[in-house]
Protein backbone atom coordinates (compact mmCIF):
# COMPACT_ATOMS: atom_id res chain seq x y z
CA UNK A 1 0.00 0.00 0.00
CA UNK A 2 2.62 2.38 0.72
CA UNK A 3 4.42 1.35 -2.82
CA UNK A 4 0.95 2.39 -4.21
CA UNK A 5 0.30 5.92 -2.29
CA UNK A 6 3.86 6.94 -3.22
CA UNK A 7 3.26 5.83 -7.25
CA UNK A 8 -0.14 7.52 -7.08
CA UNK A 9 1.81 10.81 -5.31
CA UNK A 10 4.05 10.83 -7.99
CA UNK A 11 1.33 10.51 -10.81
CA UNK A 12 -0.45 13.50 -9.99
CA UNK A 13 2.42 15.69 -9.45
CA UNK A 14 3.36 14.72 -12.89
CA UNK A 15 0.13 15.20 -14.12
CA UNK A 16 -1.21 18.70 -12.36
CA UNK A 17 2.14 20.39 -12.16
CA UNK A 18 2.72 22.00 -15.42
CA UNK A 19 -0.76 22.82 -15.55
CA UNK A 20 -0.41 25.03 -12.21
CA UNK A 21 2.12 27.33 -13.88
CA UNK A 22 -0.56 28.85 -15.77
CA UNK A 23 -0.38 32.26 -14.99
CA UNK A 24 3.10 32.26 -13.18
CA UNK A 25 5.62 34.25 -15.07
CA UNK A 26 8.66 31.98 -15.57
CA UNK A 27 11.76 32.19 -13.04
CA UNK A 28 13.48 34.76 -15.04
CA UNK A 29 10.97 37.06 -15.00
CA UNK A 30 10.87 37.71 -11.48
CA UNK A 31 11.86 40.36 -9.98
CA UNK A 32 12.97 41.45 -6.43
CA UNK A 33 11.64 44.88 -4.81
CA UNK A 34 11.16 46.75 -8.56
CA UNK A 35 10.39 49.81 -8.05
CA UNK A 36 7.50 51.73 -10.02
CA UNK A 37 7.52 53.80 -12.64
CA UNK A 38 7.71 57.04 -10.68
CA UNK A 39 10.46 55.58 -8.53
CA UNK A 40 12.37 53.69 -10.89
CA UNK A 41 13.73 56.93 -12.80
CA UNK A 42 14.99 58.54 -9.64
CA UNK A 43 16.90 55.38 -8.43
CA UNK A 44 18.27 55.86 -11.88
CA UNK A 45 19.57 58.93 -11.99
CA UNK A 46 20.85 58.82 -8.40
CA UNK A 47 22.83 56.13 -10.05
CA UNK A 48 24.66 58.04 -12.05
CA UNK A 49 25.20 60.92 -9.31
CA UNK A 50 22.53 62.96 -10.05
CA UNK A 51 19.90 64.16 -7.42
CA UNK A 52 17.24 65.93 -9.17
CA UNK A 53 15.11 63.69 -9.95
CA UNK A 54 15.23 62.33 -6.78
CA UNK A 55 14.27 65.58 -5.34
CA UNK A 56 11.26 66.32 -7.86
CA UNK A 57 9.57 63.56 -7.14
CA UNK A 58 9.62 63.77 -3.45
CA UNK A 59 8.70 67.69 -3.58
CA UNK A 60 5.48 66.16 -6.59
CA UNK A 61 4.60 63.67 -3.13
CA UNK A 62 4.35 66.39 -0.45
CA UNK A 63 2.78 69.41 -2.62
CA UNK A 64 -0.18 66.70 -3.69
CA UNK A 65 -0.02 65.05 -0.01
CA UNK A 66 0.29 62.01 -1.19
CA UNK A 67 1.70 60.32 2.01
CA UNK A 68 1.59 56.82 1.09
CA UNK A 69 3.94 57.24 -1.84
CA UNK A 70 5.95 59.85 -0.34
CA UNK A 71 6.59 57.08 2.68
CA UNK A 72 7.66 54.50 0.26
CA UNK A 73 9.64 56.51 -1.97
CA UNK A 74 11.76 57.86 1.31
CA UNK A 75 12.28 55.00 1.98
CA UNK A 76 13.85 53.30 -0.91
CA UNK A 77 15.88 56.32 -1.80
CA UNK A 78 17.40 56.22 1.89
CA UNK A 79 18.62 52.38 1.09
CA UNK A 80 19.68 53.41 -1.63
CA UNK A 81 21.59 56.30 -0.52
CA UNK A 82 22.65 54.08 2.33
CA UNK A 83 24.73 52.07 0.01
CA UNK A 84 25.42 54.54 -2.52
CA UNK A 85 25.80 58.01 -1.32
CA UNK A 86 27.74 60.33 -2.76
CA UNK A 87 23.97 61.66 -4.61
CA UNK A 88 22.78 62.75 -1.41
CA UNK A 89 25.55 64.39 -0.25
CA UNK A 90 25.76 66.71 -3.31
CA UNK A 91 21.86 66.75 -2.68
CA UNK A 92 22.47 68.14 1.37
CA UNK A 93 25.42 70.53 0.13
CA UNK A 94 23.33 72.29 -2.45
CA UNK A 95 20.08 72.70 -0.65
CA UNK A 96 20.66 72.24 3.38
CA UNK A 97 16.85 73.75 3.82
CA UNK A 98 15.06 71.17 1.32
CA UNK A 99 12.34 69.51 3.61
CA UNK A 100 12.45 66.47 0.81
CA UNK A 101 16.15 65.91 1.74
CA UNK A 102 15.69 66.38 5.02
CA UNK A 103 13.57 63.49 5.63
CA UNK A 104 15.22 61.50 3.23
CA UNK A 105 18.62 62.33 5.87
CA UNK A 106 16.66 61.34 8.87
CA UNK A 107 15.11 58.04 7.59
CA UNK A 108 18.97 57.03 6.69
CA UNK A 109 20.24 57.76 9.92
CA UNK A 110 17.54 56.32 12.05
CA UNK A 111 18.57 53.16 9.38
CA UNK A 112 22.33 53.76 10.23
CA UNK A 113 21.62 53.41 13.52
CA UNK A 114 19.58 50.70 13.80
CA UNK A 115 22.24 48.61 12.41
CA UNK A 116 24.44 49.36 14.91
CA UNK A 117 25.06 47.51 18.02
CA UNK A 118 24.96 50.58 19.88
CA UNK A 119 21.36 51.43 18.18
CA UNK A 120 19.51 53.17 21.31
CA UNK A 121 22.24 55.49 22.21
CA UNK A 122 23.37 56.77 18.19
CA UNK A 123 19.83 56.50 17.69
CA UNK A 124 19.09 59.23 20.72
CA UNK A 125 21.72 61.45 19.13
CA UNK A 126 19.43 61.81 15.48
CA UNK A 127 16.37 62.87 17.38
CA UNK A 128 17.40 66.67 15.86
CA UNK A 129 16.81 65.44 12.23
CA UNK A 130 13.45 63.47 12.85
CA UNK A 131 12.78 67.07 14.34
CA UNK A 132 13.64 69.25 10.91
CA UNK A 133 12.20 66.68 9.05
CA UNK A 134 8.73 67.14 10.63
CA UNK A 135 8.89 70.94 10.63
CA UNK A 136 9.53 70.83 6.70
CA UNK A 137 6.36 70.53 6.55
CA UNK A 138 3.31 70.25 9.31
CA UNK A 139 0.94 68.54 7.49
CA UNK A 140 3.36 65.41 6.65
CA UNK A 141 3.09 62.31 8.64
CA UNK A 142 5.69 60.63 7.35
CA UNK A 143 8.35 62.29 9.53
CA UNK A 144 6.30 61.28 12.30
CA UNK A 145 6.70 57.34 10.79
CA UNK A 146 10.22 57.49 10.88
CA UNK A 147 9.69 59.24 14.71
CA UNK A 148 7.53 55.86 15.32
CA UNK A 149 10.66 53.16 14.60
CA UNK A 150 13.04 55.71 16.36
CA UNK A 151 11.10 55.60 19.81
CA UNK A 152 10.93 51.76 19.11
CA UNK A 153 14.66 51.77 19.18
CA UNK A 154 15.00 54.09 22.00
CA UNK A 155 13.13 52.13 24.43
CA UNK A 156 10.74 55.15 24.58
CA UNK A 157 7.81 54.40 26.92
CA UNK A 158 4.20 53.35 26.43
CA UNK A 159 3.11 56.88 26.74
CA UNK A 160 5.77 58.41 25.29
CA UNK A 161 4.69 56.37 21.90
CA UNK A 162 0.94 57.58 22.36
CA UNK A 163 1.92 60.79 21.55
CA UNK A 164 4.09 60.90 18.78
CA UNK A 165 0.92 58.38 17.33
CA UNK A 166 -1.17 60.96 18.42
CA UNK A 167 0.70 63.81 15.99
CA UNK A 168 1.17 60.94 13.27
CA UNK A 169 -3.02 60.40 12.89
CA UNK A 170 -3.71 63.87 13.76
CA UNK A 171 -1.93 64.87 10.39
CA UNK A 172 -2.94 60.81 8.81
CA UNK A 173 -5.33 58.94 10.20
CA UNK A 174 -5.10 56.18 7.96
CA UNK A 175 -1.54 56.22 7.00
CA UNK A 176 -0.13 52.81 6.45
CA UNK A 177 3.52 53.16 7.15
CA UNK A 178 2.45 55.01 10.77
CA UNK A 179 0.13 51.66 11.28
CA UNK A 180 3.27 49.36 10.47
CA UNK A 181 5.44 51.18 12.47
CA UNK A 182 2.51 51.33 16.08
CA UNK A 183 1.92 47.56 15.48
CA UNK A 184 6.00 46.85 15.10
CA UNK A 185 5.98 48.12 19.10
CA UNK A 186 3.23 46.65 20.08
CA UNK A 187 4.17 43.18 19.08
CA UNK A 188 6.15 40.72 21.43
CA UNK A 189 8.69 41.33 20.43
CA UNK A 190 9.09 44.84 21.52
CA UNK A 191 6.72 46.45 23.91
CA UNK A 192 3.08 44.62 23.40
CA UNK A 193 2.06 41.34 23.19
CA UNK A 194 0.23 39.24 20.67
CA UNK A 195 -3.34 39.80 22.00
CA UNK A 196 -2.20 43.71 22.10
CA UNK A 197 -0.70 43.44 18.55
CA UNK A 198 -4.02 42.06 17.04
CA UNK A 199 -6.05 43.77 18.94
CA UNK A 200 -4.71 46.71 17.50
CA UNK A 201 -4.25 45.52 13.84
CA UNK A 202 -8.50 44.30 13.87
CA UNK A 203 -9.29 47.68 15.19
CA UNK A 204 -7.69 49.83 12.86
CA UNK A 205 -8.34 46.98 9.46
CA UNK A 206 -11.97 47.64 10.65
CA UNK A 207 -11.95 51.45 10.75
CA UNK A 208 -9.71 51.80 7.61
CA UNK A 209 -10.92 53.08 4.07
CA UNK A 210 -12.11 50.93 1.24
CA UNK A 211 -8.87 49.17 -0.53
CA UNK A 212 -6.45 50.81 2.45
CA UNK A 213 -3.92 48.61 2.66
CA UNK A 214 -3.98 49.09 6.63
CA UNK A 215 -6.69 46.23 6.22
CA UNK A 216 -3.74 43.88 6.07
CA UNK A 217 -2.19 44.76 9.29
CA UNK A 218 -4.50 41.64 10.90
CA UNK A 219 -2.15 39.63 8.50
CA UNK A 220 1.13 41.02 9.74
CA UNK A 221 0.27 40.59 13.78
CA UNK A 222 -0.52 36.79 12.31
CA UNK A 223 3.42 37.02 10.80
CA UNK A 224 3.98 38.55 13.95
CA UNK A 225 2.69 35.35 15.83
CA UNK A 226 3.74 32.52 13.77
CA UNK A 227 7.70 34.06 13.58
CA UNK A 228 7.77 34.53 17.09
CA UNK A 229 7.33 31.76 20.17
CA UNK A 230 5.88 32.31 23.41
CA UNK A 231 3.29 34.23 24.71
CA UNK A 232 -0.72 33.66 24.73
CA UNK A 233 -1.77 31.33 22.24
CA UNK A 234 -3.64 33.08 19.24
CA UNK A 235 -6.88 31.03 18.18
CA UNK A 236 -6.57 29.56 14.47
CA UNK A 237 -9.90 31.57 13.71
CA UNK A 238 -8.09 34.44 14.09
CA UNK A 239 -5.15 33.73 12.06
CA UNK A 240 -7.65 32.33 9.30
CA UNK A 241 -9.75 35.51 9.58
CA UNK A 242 -6.74 37.91 9.48
CA UNK A 243 -5.41 36.23 6.04
CA UNK A 244 -9.53 36.25 4.60
CA UNK A 245 -9.39 39.90 5.34
CA UNK A 246 -5.90 40.28 3.35
CA UNK A 247 -7.16 37.57 0.67
CA UNK A 248 -9.85 39.90 -0.01
CA UNK A 249 -8.03 43.03 -0.16
CA UNK A 250 -5.84 41.36 -2.79
CA UNK A 251 -8.55 40.71 -4.81
CA UNK A 252 -9.29 44.53 -4.61
CA UNK A 253 -5.97 44.94 -7.05
CA UNK A 254 -5.18 44.06 -10.37
CA UNK A 255 -3.16 41.25 -10.62
CA UNK A 256 0.95 42.12 -11.02
CA UNK A 257 -0.18 45.44 -9.34
CA UNK A 258 3.57 46.62 -7.71
CA UNK A 259 1.45 48.62 -4.76
CA UNK A 260 0.11 45.47 -2.74
CA UNK A 261 3.30 43.82 -3.63
CA UNK A 262 4.55 43.15 -0.40
CA UNK A 263 1.05 42.79 1.33
CA UNK A 264 0.58 39.79 -1.06
CA UNK A 265 4.02 38.17 -0.34
CA UNK A 266 3.74 38.20 3.09
CA UNK A 267 0.13 36.90 3.37
CA UNK A 268 1.68 34.05 1.15
CA UNK A 269 3.90 33.24 3.24
CA UNK A 270 1.63 33.43 6.08
CA UNK A 271 -0.93 31.23 4.07
CA UNK A 272 2.21 28.36 3.96
CA UNK A 273 1.93 28.28 7.75
CA UNK A 274 -1.53 28.32 7.85
CA UNK A 275 -1.39 25.35 5.59
CA UNK A 276 -3.75 26.45 3.10
CA UNK A 277 -1.54 25.68 -0.57
CA UNK A 278 -4.61 26.67 -3.16
CA UNK A 279 -5.03 29.97 -1.59
CA UNK A 280 -1.12 30.28 -1.76
CA UNK A 281 -0.94 29.29 -5.12
CA UNK A 282 -3.43 32.20 -5.93
CA UNK A 283 -1.61 34.33 -4.02
CA UNK A 284 1.50 33.33 -6.19
CA UNK A 285 -0.28 33.85 -9.69
CA UNK A 286 -1.32 37.38 -8.48
CA UNK A 287 2.26 38.59 -7.26
CA UNK A 288 3.22 37.69 -10.75
CA UNK A 289 6.81 38.82 -11.37
CA UNK A 290 6.76 41.09 -7.94
CA UNK A 291 8.84 39.47 -5.44
CA UNK A 292 9.68 41.72 -2.57
CA UNK A 293 12.74 41.03 0.43
CA UNK A 294 10.08 41.20 3.23
CA UNK A 295 9.50 38.72 4.57
CA UNK A 296 11.72 36.40 2.78
CA UNK A 297 14.89 38.12 4.09
CA UNK A 298 13.72 36.49 7.03
CA UNK A 299 14.51 32.79 6.06
CA UNK A 300 17.67 33.37 3.25
CA UNK A 301 20.39 35.44 2.68
CA UNK A 302 19.23 34.99 -1.11
CA UNK A 303 15.28 36.19 -1.06
CA UNK A 304 14.29 36.02 -4.31
CA UNK A 305 15.76 32.67 -4.73
CA UNK A 306 13.90 31.60 -1.69
CA UNK A 307 10.73 32.98 -3.20
CA UNK A 308 11.60 30.90 -6.13
CA UNK A 309 12.13 27.83 -4.32
CA UNK A 310 9.02 28.29 -2.06
CA UNK A 311 6.87 29.27 -5.21
CA UNK A 312 8.41 25.37 -6.65
CA UNK A 313 7.38 23.99 -3.46
CA UNK A 314 3.84 25.32 -3.51
CA UNK A 315 3.10 24.01 -6.95
CA UNK A 316 4.00 20.52 -5.47
CA UNK A 317 2.54 20.30 -2.91
CA UNK A 318 -1.11 21.52 -4.31
CA UNK A 319 -0.42 19.02 -7.18
CA UNK A 320 0.18 16.20 -5.25
CA UNK A 321 -2.94 16.94 -2.88
CA UNK A 322 -5.07 16.80 -6.03
CA UNK A 323 -6.87 14.13 -7.26
CA UNK A 324 -5.89 12.20 -10.48
CA UNK A 325 -9.13 12.88 -12.19
CA UNK A 326 -10.55 16.02 -10.97
CA UNK A 327 -11.23 18.36 -7.81
CA UNK A 328 -9.50 19.79 -5.26
CA UNK A 329 -8.42 19.05 -1.61
CA UNK A 330 -9.91 21.78 1.11
CA UNK A 331 -7.00 23.97 1.98
CA UNK A 332 -5.30 23.03 4.97
CA UNK A 333 -5.28 19.19 4.37
CA UNK A 334 -1.42 18.78 3.83
CA UNK A 335 0.80 18.65 6.13
CA UNK A 336 3.06 21.36 6.47
CA UNK A 337 6.55 19.65 5.57
CA UNK A 338 10.25 21.15 4.76
CA UNK A 339 8.80 24.48 4.36
CA UNK A 340 11.21 27.07 5.13
CA UNK A 341 10.71 29.38 8.52
CA UNK A 342 11.83 32.60 8.98
CA UNK A 343 14.24 34.33 11.62
CA UNK A 344 12.24 35.80 14.47
CA UNK A 345 12.90 39.43 14.91
CA UNK A 346 14.88 37.86 18.23
CA UNK A 347 17.25 35.62 16.02
CA UNK A 348 15.65 32.49 16.72
CA UNK A 349 14.04 30.24 14.22
CA UNK A 350 10.21 30.02 14.84
CA UNK A 351 8.35 26.70 14.30
CA UNK A 352 4.99 26.04 14.89
CA UNK A 353 5.60 24.15 18.01
CA UNK A 354 6.95 27.25 19.24
CA UNK A 355 3.54 28.81 20.13
Known amino acids: MALLRALLRTVRMARNTSSLAAGLPDDDEVLLDVPDERLGPALVAAGRGEYGTAGKLLATTREAAEWE ?71 DPVPWRVALDHARGTNASHTEFEQLWAQAVRRSPHHYGCHVAALQYLSAAWYGSHRECFDFAERAAHDALPGSLVQALPVRAAFAYLTEGGGAAVSRHRLDSAAD ?53 RISDDPLGQFLELRDGIRLQVASDRPLRTGRTAPGTARNRDLPYPQSERGRRARPGDH
Do not use: M
Request: proline share 7%; hydrophobic share 45%.
Open 69 to 139: NRDRYTTRLAAFALSRGEWFDDWRSAAPRDPDAALVKAELAVCRSWRSPARAELLRQVAPLISAAAEGDPR
Open 245 to 297: LAIALSAQYADADPWPAEVRNLLTYVLVRLERWEDALEQLRRIGPHATSFPWD
